[in-house]
């Protein structure tokens, strides 16, 4: 597999014309990988990519894996930012999400990352368990606070269908959280988090100033990213977005023969102007309908004025000049909005 | 004309006629068994899948008997209640029929009317005990009901099973010996019956005729006496499994005549074919205009599909005159029909017929009997539609349609039968025991009940062991009033309705509730009002919409998330809009689901 993901590396590197301002080792567990398989991929991406000086590199890592030594790999390797899987400070969600650490492995792991110096670190928190009374939510958030790390996801439980948790809920065997008390957490998120010093710059992530995920921000912003490995998606920057298959030995068989072995999506401007619409209302910048209007040719405040009239006046958006965002009462609705807010092609 | 007989078959929906009728074919070999299809004489899909004849059809056999050449004329009846019109004509086109009845099942009401029809019109009546093979068959005691109702004797009453092909050279046999030859003047003026018409897209409508008297000859100038209009008979003919072109079609027969009648509305069932030249003094008696009984708006979901609704509607009308429409205009559906029905059958045939041939999906709203406005002058406004109702302070009184009901069930069912006519204002007139445990029951019902789910609710009550037939018997004054429903204080006139007035808060209390769970949460909240003019009888909240946003939104979700979004945005387009308020189209069916 990671030989397969070093020959896609080189077989596409064209995609990416200018220097890498940001690496991103995710989906699934690549803190599994041993210290020579990431340094065979990092190997690659030197290899066949510029890499800006400052760049951001993350690494995705378990509090499990998170040891010393795989620590001290991590640093040689270049890795200067650590996203950590805690979830939750209680092990009673840990387990009912089927995760292997425990709250202990988790401030273990916490403390020995911010022992090293080197590293910026991040962890997803989640919200909206039908088990997770608001007393309980509260203070995993407290907990969080303790360690004074700069960035911070919080993710609402989204059940779908074709999960376990999907399943289990189809059953009746797990009870969904209602939508109000879902709300309540996501706000009571944005309340403790802002007020202890948090910047809310996207519907799911919180950072102190400085500190925001610039790898993220990218996909949000519309700029070119390559994926390698097996489901991973691309963007060109423009109107291509690529999804690599998902099958792992389709995937390996496909790099074997030097074959890229991804779909394309070829979108109309009318769907790129609705990506924009949708990613740009998840962040604090929010979207900016001149701009827009100068990239497509469409006047989202004059198309849609009756609408967006209604969602200030309603404080569900905040109106600037050509600037709008959502307001804290719009981000419990960013997905309704946004459908609003889009063209048809 | 000694040698034709004209016969058609009397039978409940599943009591095996389509079965017979293709047995039938087969042991005349008017079909071979290759181009044998199951029930060949529904040709619809739609009849084929509901295992019910909806529109009559008609087909010839040869059969020889003793070494006589017999022609048999089948005519087919429709089998449901709101095609009562239709089977009078075909009954009134024959000399005979056979009485199907399934030996497991025994008689039911729809079946009992139509006997009551050919025994009117002095047919011969065979009694044909049928899936006389099935571990079910009671032939005794089904026997024991047959006898009571004809009067035959046990003897009469033929054994069969159309499914194993037990018993249908007999019931051939006792056609040609026991319906009589039919009877009529060859040289005399015609005197033909339409008994049905079916609209062919190459060549227009087929008219279905039977010969009383005189001959039609190809090229003659006929004329169709209730209507006026003057055609040519450019083809003649008899309907084998094809059409079978003929010179001409004699007293007696039975027959088809294409003359390139374009439009459905010229050819009405039970009118009279006469010669221009010479015509007949003696019109065909029984001929009515046929009327809907009910009424309810078509609208297209997709507000653009109007003119394309409208041309389906156009050829639908082609081949089913009892379809009546005209346009209407409603503020919460926009551009639609007002149609007219000949029952609720018959609208969920057309509806489905549109969404089938014509590939239209449509919203059809509360359907609505025509009432009677009588205003405080004595004019009678009709009202087939809740916004046709007057201003109240000009009207004097109200009078709806009252039906009388026939209801065939076990006794066993009788008093849940009865508390269902009860609770839809029924009275009831009769109670007459046909056997030790069938009974057939009489209610005075207002029609306006039935058209809802009565008799689904009746084949619930009794497993399915209930048969309807009824008639429409006048008018009569009601206390009923207009139901609006408002949404944040807006009037959905879709959703209006003409209710009795004791029915009228628990109507609008179960239609609030309904469309409680219908109508998606919104930006804001949404009341939902039940009125009857400005008082407020029922109210129901629909809480503003507190969460609509995924948790993720990377590299790889945005696409997905994108088609998400795009794919909810289309399916509000399909929604409607009152004030501010977005309206799913199953919202407008909520009434049809109040149970």
């Known amino acids: ?345 | 004309m000694e040698h034709i007989r004209n016969f058609c078959i009397i039978a409940h929906i599943d009591h095996g006629k389509s079965t017979l009728a293709d047995r039938l074919l087969e042991t005349t070999q008017t079909v071979t068994a290759r181009e044998m299809q199951n029930q060949l004489l529904d040709n619809m899909d739609l009849e084929r899948e509901r295992g019910i004849t909806i529109k009559s059809h008609a087909i010839q056999m040869n059969y020889v008997s003793n070494g006589t050449p017999y022609v048999l004329n089948l005519i087919d009846t429709p089998g449901h209640v709101d095609f009562s019109y239709e089977v009078s004509r075909s009954i009134a086109a024959c000399e005979g029929a056979l009485l199907i009845v399934d030996a497991s099942q025994g008689i039911e009401a729809q079946t009992i009317s139509n006997l009551y029809l050919a025994i009117e019109h002095n047919l011969e009546v065979i009694p044909v005990l049928n899936k006389i093979d099935l571990p079910g068959a009671m032939p005794e005691e089904v026997s024991d009901q047959i006898i009571d109702l004809l009067g035959c004797s046990r003897e009469d009453i033929i054994h069969a099973s159309a499914k194993e092909g037990i018993g249908i050279t007999d019931i051939l046999e006792a056609i040609i010996k026991r319906v009589p030859a039919p009877k009529g003047d060859p040289n005399e003026p015609l005197q033909a019956m339409i008994f049905d018409s079916v609209f062919n897209s190459y060549r227009g409508i087929e008219v279905y005729f039977r010969v009383f008297n005189g001959t039609m000859n190809k090229g003659d100038k006929v004329k169709f006496v209730n209507t006026g209009k003057t055609y040519e008979a450019d083809e003649i003919g008899v309907l084998r499994l094809e059409h079978e072109p003929k010179k001409s079609i004699g007293a007696g027969n039975v027959g088809y005549l294409i003359s390139g009648i374009k439009v459905a509305r010229e050819v009405k069932v039970g009118d009279t074919i006469t010669h221009v030249d010479r015509p007949t003094t003696r019109m065909v008696k029984g001929f009515e205009d046929v009327k809907p009984m009910v009424f309810a708006g078509i609208y297209p979901v997709d507000t653009t599909e109007f003119e394309e609704l409208r041309s389906s509607m156009e050829k639908l009308q082609l081949n089913d005159a009892s379809l009546v429409w005209e346009p209407e205009t409603s503020a919460a559906l926009g551009f639609g029909f007002r149609c007219g029905f000949l029952g609720m059958l018959h609208m969920e045939i057309i509806q489905e017929r549109l969404e089938r041939e014509f590939n239209m999906t449509v919203i059809t709203t509360v359907p609505s009997v025509k009432f009677h406005a009588i205003k405080t002058d004595g004019k009678i406004i009709p009202v087939s539609a809740p916004s046709e109702m007057p201003d109240p302070t000009t009207i004097s009184h109200i009078e709806e349609p009252y039906i009388r009901a026939q209801i065939i069930t076990k006794s066993e069912y009788i008093g849940p039968v009865i508390a269902l006519c009860i609770d839809k204002r029924g009275e009831i007139k009769n109670q007459v025991y046909l056997t030790s445990d069938r009974v057939e029951l009489s209610f005075e019902l207002p029609l306006a009940e039935i058209v809802f789910d009565f008799f689904d609710k009746l084949k619930t009550i009794s497993r399915g062991y209930a048969s309807l037939d009824y008639e429409l018997t006048g008018y009569r004054q009601s206390h009923l009033v207009k139901l609006d429903i408002m949404l944040n204080g807006e009037k959905v006139d879709a959703l209006s309705a003409i209710v009795h007035r004791d029915k009228a808060y628990d109507w609008g209390k179960r239609l609030c509730e309904k469309l409680k769970e219908l109508l998606p949460r919104q930006m804001f909240e949404i009341a939902i009002q039940a009125a009857i003019g400005t008082k407020i009888i029922a109210r129901e909240t629909v809480k503003a919409l507190r969460k609509n946003v995924l948790a993720k939104c990377y590299g790889g979700d945005i696409s997905r998330k994108r088609k998400l979004l795009e794919k909810q945005k289309k399916g509000k387009k399909r929604m409607r809009q009152v004030g501010n308020v977005e309206i799913p189209q199953e919202a407008f069916m909520a009434v049809l689901k109040l149970d």
């Not at chain 1, 599994?32 to 951001?56: C, D, P, R, Y």
């Not at chain 1, 102190?208 to 519309?222: P, V």
């Open chain 1, 1 to 345: 597999m990671v030989q397969a993901i070093c020959r896609e590396l080189e077989l596409r590197c064209h995609e990416i014309r200018t220097p890498l301002e940001t690496i991103y080792f995710g989906g699934g567990t690549p803190s599994l990988l041993s210290g020579s398989q990431l340094e065979m991929i990092m190997h690659a991406i030197t290899t066949h990519f510029q890499v800006v000086k400052q760049a951001e590199i993350t690494l995705e890592a378990n509090p499990e894996d998170c040891t010393n030594e795989k620590l001290a790999i991590f640093k040689q390797l270049g890795i200067n930012r650590l996203s950590l899987g805690v979830q939750s400070f209680e092990n009673s969600l840990l387990q009912f999400s089927n995760r292997a650490h425990s709250t202990h492995q988790a401030i273990k792991a916490i403390e020995a990352i911010q022992s090293v110096a080197f590293f910026t670190m991040t962890v997803d928190l989640m919200f909206g368990f039908p088990s997770l009374p608001m007393a309980q939510w509260e203070k995993t958030l407290d907990q969080f606070l303790i360690f004074d790390i700069p960035h911070v996801s919080v993710y609402g439980l989204t059940i779908e269908d074709r999960t376990v948790f999907g399943n289990w809920s189809r059953k009746n065997k797990m009870q969904r959280i209602n939508d109000e008390d879902h709300a309540l957490q996501f706000a009571k998120a944005h309340d403790i988090l802002t007020h202890a010093g948090y910047r809310h710059y996207e519907i799911s992530n919180y950072a102190k100033e400085g500190h925001e995920s610039k790898h993220n921000a990218s996909y949000w912003s519309g700029k070119a990213y390559l994926g390698v490995g097996p489901a991973a998606h691309s963007f060109d920057g423009g109107y291509i977005r690529r999804e690599n298959v998902r099958n792992n030995a389709r995937y390996t068989a496909a790099m074997e023969k030097n074959q890229p072995a991804y779909t394309e999506e070829h979108l109309s401007a009318t769907q790129r102007m609705n990506e924009q619409v949708m990613t740009g209302l998840r962040t604090s910048k929010g979207i900016d309908a001149a701009a827009l209007h100068f990239t497509f040719g469409k006047n989202l405040l004059l198309d849609h004025e009756p609408i967006i009239q209604w969602l200030a006046e309603q404080n569900f958006i905040s109106l600037d000049g050509s600037k709008l965002c959502l307001t804290n009462k719009g981000m419990h609705l960013a997905d309704e909005i946004a459908l609003k807010l889009f063209y048809d092609d």
